[in-house]
């Protein structure tokens, strides 16, 4: 609904403003639920859910009404107005779409800053046994990972990394214990992601956050053990540990039987740390030792009361706008190049796109999360209905452009009825598409 009315909102004020009739403003698709007619235009909510139109006077669109054809243009008709100006209504509703993602990414950049999991500086990473980058790619734990498909690789920045996941040829070079060493991915690594499940940074099974303590939970093994925030955790059991994958790996494992755990207090010697429960005397940098059981949760899993490290940075008005415009470009151009894989054949079609199903599972899941992951997926969601838009389809607004261009380009508008038959058979191509998305969505739940 807030697409759909945003998109044909961008249609309606610019035709409107250069006095366009717009005989119907619709939100959904018949039959009509409730309409109401204010001046020369009618206002409908539809009953399918599936998108909406504005109507035009004198435009070929999805009503395919062309009664208009047996007469000479009116001033207030679509066909009547110069090409420039039919070709920014044609463009407004994707524009808007893409303005509102902005707005929304500046909105939560301002609201909510940006927090990430910290990650280790050098760009070490855990790999999961049975994972895509185990056993496909050929990574191991401890690797330092340096470029990304040629890009340098900033841990700290996953968003610009995601982009270069996707290049025409992936290629992941690596320190392996000073040994350079450059891994080459599958062509289709959006599919394997989806097949593997594996998690963890793009969903290659990598883990990267360092097993310091970001949050000590109250009334938890933890804080009754001394552990506080800002601790780093050296080993369990004697086991050394460096990634916080592996801390919960081990608690996990434990079915609550004690388990012996080594940290490092940043900023204390050993000596200042005697008198401190479980500090160790005699060493020199602060270390300290405590025997933790985990408690089960009501979930099952077993927990000591530890939050994971984060990095959380706080924007001003000025700097949320940079950060939210540059958020949008890396997501269009991420969406733009999975959708070019996709539509190439590089990636499975079926396990990649998502119908209105899918889309309204993952934005229900997005809003039991709260008010950041929702706004998050309607601006990803904005940002996709605008792509698919002003693709040069049929009875998209894409279509309509290309027919626009030529007339631009030829001084000569195409006839009527090849206007129509194309129309005709790009509605016959979406509705099949959609078809098969409402199937597949139901086959993968």
């Known amino acids: 609904m807030i697409l759909v009315f945003v998109h044909e909102m961008g249609h309606f004020l610019f035709a409107k403003l250069f006095k366009m009739r717009v005989d119907r403003f619709s939100v959904g698709f018949p039959p009509k639920i409730v309409g109401k007619k204010i001046g020369e235009t009618e ?46 209504v ?45 056993e496909t790619i050929g990574l191991r734990t401890g690797d330092r990972i340096l470029a990304i498909s040629g890009q340098p690789f900033d841990p700290n920045s996953a968003d610009a990394s995601m982009v270069d996941l996707l290049a025409d040829s992936l290629t992941i070079t690596v320190d392996r214990d000073g040994q350079r060493l450059v891994f080459t991915g599958p062509d289709d690594i959006m599919t394997q992601i989806a097949d593997a499940g594996s998690g963890g940074l793009f969903g290659l099974g990598l883990y990267n956050e360092p097993s310091v303590v970001g949050e000590v939970i109250e009334g938890r093994p933890a804080q009754a053990a001394n552990l506080q925030t800002g601790d780093r955790i050296v080993s369990i059991n004697g086991q050394p540990v460096r990634f916080w994958v592996e801390i919960t790996q081990v608690i996990q494992n434990s079915g609550g039987q004690p388990l012996d755990f080594e940290w490092i207090r940043p900023g204390v010697s050993g000596e200042t740390a005697t008198d401190t ?55 269009t151009k991420a969406i733009v190049i999975n959708l070019r894989r996709i539509f190439t054949g590089r990636e499975n079609i079926r396990k990649n796109l998502g119908g209105p199903v899918m889309v309204a599972k993952i934005t229900g899941q997005a809003a039991q999360r709260g008010g950041e992951a ?10 996709t ?15 309509h452009l290309v027919f626009l261009l030529y007339e631009g380009i030829t001084r000569r508008e195409p006839s009527l009825k090849v ?11 979406l509705l099949t598409l959609m078809a098969f998305l409402v199937f597949n969505d139901i086959l993968r739940l």
């Open 43 to 88: 206002y409908v909510i539809g009953a399918t859910p599936l998108g909406g139109y504005v109507k035009i006077a004198g435009m070929v669109d999805e009503s395919m009404d062309t009664d208009f054809a047996a007469s000479e243009p009116e001033p207030w008709e679509f066909r009547a107005k110069p090409v420039w100006q039919r070709i920014i």
């Open 90 to 134: 044609i463009c407004a509703g994707v524009t808007f779409n893409v303005i509102l993602a902005a707005i929304i990414f500046i909105g939560l950049k301002y609201a909510y800053g940006e927090t990430r999991p910290l990650a280790l500086e050098d760009g070490s990473v855990y790999v999961a046994d049975s994972s895509l980058a185990y």
């Open 277 to 331: 429960p479980g500090a160790l005397p005699g060493t020199s940098d602060g270390r300290y030792r405590a025997t933790i059981a985990a408690a089960q949760d009501e979930d099952g899993q077993y927990r000591i009361g530890i939050g994971l490290p984060e990095r959380r940075e706080t924007f001003g008005f000025g700097e949320a706008i940079s950060v939210g415009v540059s958020a949008t470009w890396l997501n």
């Open 374 to 383: 929702f706004w998050t997926i309607v601006a990803l969601l904005s940002i």
């Open 385 to 399: 209905l605008a792509i698919v838009n002003i693709l040069p389809i049929p009875a998209l607004d894409g279509g």
């Open 419 to 429: 206007r129509m038959v194309t129309q005709q058979v790009g509605m016959v191509l």
